[in-house]
């Protein structure tokens, strides 16, 4: 076997890279179609109502994506590094290229892109996604035969059932535990949702603590792969760590939202109960309209035979029509 520029005859061409998730796309364009329908009801809504109405469409709406997404997203920890490091089996050549890695709660995401991007005629940028549904075995047998570049095989090699760190296990059963745990905190922003739009205040608040609840559950859960021993990545003549990323303080951020909103709620709900119900019934504006006149009327003389009629104002009249 020999090289055809730089490129070893038994290895497929340039492949299309993973990109970008369906079902991140798919949850964004559900939600997004849902928030503007929402939105198009606002204008009809009378009065001060209206502000209020929307902050209460968009905060919920965000708080209910974000749950979603965050079951889906490849950033919950990750590690970056830049070396130098072989490019391929069976191969001397050295390539310059950052080196990625994204943790996930259903999987890994490796990226390798080099500097500069285009070194021995060929683009080296890669984003390869790896699953732990059963295992690794299968998917790392696929990339072998692929022939991606080492330094991706080495680091999935290190998440399958053959690899001494026995990393597969602490990560695969963590980010179950964290995903179960963010479906149930979507079930009660579900449920919060519902009971805000009933005369049940104070039970919608206590749902909101308990989304907040399970959300602190899921980081919890997943942040027990930092206490296992941390296996050492080294590539080349360097090495890495997994830390914390954004996903993980987006997860934070919300569950702090949901707190502060749940424990806001059950606080007013105690202090101002009937304020609380007019803010959140369907007549809020209903005492808006107490000082409108409401002109001339008349009264039919046919059915008022025999009848005393005493004086009355034109809003008390019109009110007997």
Same mark, same amino acid.
């Given at each position: 076997? &020999?090289?055809y520029?730089?490129?070893? !005859?038994?290895?497929?061409?340039?492949?299309?890279?993973?990109?970008?998730?369906?079902?991140?796309?798919?949850?964004i364009?559900?939600?997004?179609?849902?928030?503007?329908?929402?939105?198009?009801?606002?204008?009809?809504?009378?009065?001060?109502?209206?502000?209020?109405?929307?902050?209460?469409?968009t905060?919920?709406?965000?708080?209910?994506?974000?749950?979603? *997404?965050?079951?889906?997203?490849?950033?919950?920890?990750?590690?970056?590094? &830049?070396?130098?490091?072989?490019y391929?089996?069976?191969?001397?050549?050295? *390539?310059?290229?950052?080196?990625?890695?994204?943790?996930?709660?259903?999987?890994?995401?490796?990226?390798?892109?080099?500097?500069?991007?285009?070194?021995f005629?060929?683009?080296?940028?890669?984003?390869?996604?790896?699953?732990?549904?059963?295992?690794?075995?299968?998917?790392?047998?696929?990339?072998?035969?692929?022939?991606? !570049?080492?330094?991706?095989?080495?680091?999935?090699?290190?998440? &399958?059932?053959s690899?001494?760190?026995?990393?597969?296990?602490?990560?695969?059963?963590?980010?179950?535990?964290?995903?179960?745990?963010?479906w149930?905190?979507?079930?009660?922003?579900?449920? #919060?949702?519902?009971?805000?739009?009933?005369?049940?205040?104070?039970? #919608?608040?206590?749902?909101?603590?308990a /989304?907040?609840?399970?959300?602190?559950? +899921?980081?919890?859960?997943?942040?027990?792969?930092?206490?296992? !021993?941390?296996?050492?990545f080294?590539?080349?003549?360097? +090495?890495?760590?997994?830390?914390?990323?954004?996903?993980?303080?987006?997860?934070?951020? /919300?569950?702090?939202?949901?707190?502060?909103?749940?424990?806001?709620?059950?606080?007013?709900?105690?202090?101002?109960?009937?304020?609380?119900?007019?803010?959140?019934?369907?007549?809020?504006?209903?005492?808006?309209?107490?000082?409108?006149?409401?002109?001339?009327?008349y009264?039919?003389?046919?059915?008022l035979?025999?009848?005393?009629?005493?004086?009355?104002?034109?809003?008390?009249?019109?009110?007997? *029509?």
């Open positions: 076997m &020999t090289f520029d730089d490129i070893y !005859p038994f290895y497929p061409l340039q492949r299309t890279s993973f990109i970008f998730s369906g079902r991140l796309l798919t949850i364009l559900v939600f997004f179609v849902l928030a503007v329908s929402l939105l198009l009801i606002v204008p009809g809504i009378r009065g001060k109502s209206r502000l209020f109405w929307m902050c209460r469409i905060i919920s709406l965000f708080i209910g994506v974000v749950i979603v *997404v965050l079951n889906f997203t490849n950033d919950w920890a990750e590690a970056r590094m &830049t070396t130098n490091a072989t391929k089996s069976f191969s001397n050549a050295v *390539v310059n290229a950052d080196i990625g890695l994204h943790v996930g709660l259903y999987g890994i995401n490796v990226t390798l892109k080099g500097n500069p991007v285009v070194q005629n060929e683009t080296i940028d890669y984003n390869e996604m790896f699953t732990w549904h059963d295992t690794m075995e299968e998917e790392y047998e696929e990339a072998l035969e692929k022939g991606l !570049p080492n330094p991706i095989l080495y680091i999935a090699e290190k998440f &399958t059932l690899s001494p760190c026995g990393l597969i296990f602490q990560y695969r059963y963590s980010g179950r535990y964290a995903s179960a745990t963010l149930t905190a979507f079930c009660c922003w579900m449920l #919060a949702n519902i009971l805000f739009s009933m005369p049940v205040v104070l039970y #919608a608040g206590y749902m909101m603590m /989304t907040a609840a399970f959300i602190f559950f +899921s980081m919890a859960s997943f942040s027990t792969i930092m206490n296992v !021993p941390q296996c050492v080294s590539i080349g003549t360097d +090495s890495f760590d997994i830390e914390y990323s954004h996903s993980f303080w987006l997860a934070l951020a /919300t569950g702090a939202l949901c707190a502060v909103i749940g424990i806001l709620m059950v606080t007013l709900n105690f202090l101002i109960p009937e304020k609380m119900k007019e803010a959140f019934s369907v007549g809020v504006d209903s005492y808006e309209d107490e000082d409108v006149s409401y002109g001339e009327s009264l039919n003389a046919v059915f035979d025999g009848v005393k009629i005493s004086p009355l104002t034109s809003k008390v009249m019109a009110e007997h *029509v």
